[in-house]
């Protein structure tokens, strides 16, 4: 399934902490950097941190939640600018910014209908000793976004770890 492994140096990671968890707040988070010009790519949110795991809907009025996503490292200046201001809009604890990281990826066609395709990334990065600090999926790539340091280390193992340097299987033919 997976046919390729991918990665972009040119990001960073935004992380609002303490975010109001109510209607509205993510909506004004981006349509302020949207009116901007700033892109997003990755984006989590984090259910709030004293809720159940059951609860749905209607958060009490004390909860609060994280949310992440990267920016282009060019953009950085501008969303900090506009983070500033939004930080207090909408009742952020802080903002953390770090330009310290890479988002590797694995790329294929179908992967979210083939069980274990993630799970083998995340074993192949753990064998390695990298932490992973945040994920993303879609239809056809898995993202994790990873220490700088450890980059090529990260690309290395899962080219070979999903077997993208070995010769092809006559018996596929």
Do not use: W
Not at 103 to 115: D, E
């Amino acid at each position: 399934m997976v046919t390729g492994v991918a990665y972009d140096k040119g990001e960073a990671r935004v992380l609002m902490v303490g975010v109001d968890d109510k209607p509205g707040v993510v909506a004004e988070i981006f349509g302020e950097l949207a009116d901007e010009n700033i892109s997003v790519d990755m984006i989590i949110q984090s259910a709030p941190s004293d809720a159940p795991s059951s609860r749905v809907t209607n958060p009490g009025p004390e909860s609060k939640t994280d949310v992440t996503f990267t920016v282009a490292k060019t953009d950085l200046l501008r969303t900090k600018a506009v983070m500033d201001k939004i930080a207090m809009s909408v009742g952020a604890l802080g903002v953390r910014y770090d330009e310290d990281i890479v988002k590797v990826s694995i790329v294929g066609l179908g992967m979210r209908s083939h069980a274990g395709v993630a799970a083998k990334m995340f074993k192949i990065l753990s064998t390695e000793r990298i932490n992973i600090q945040a994920i993303s999926t879609s239809e056809i790539k898995v993202s994790c976004l990873v220490a700088t340091k450890y980059a090529e280390l990260a690309v290395r193992s899962l080219h070979d770890g999903f077997g993208l340097g070995a010769p092809p299987d006559p018996a596929s033919r």
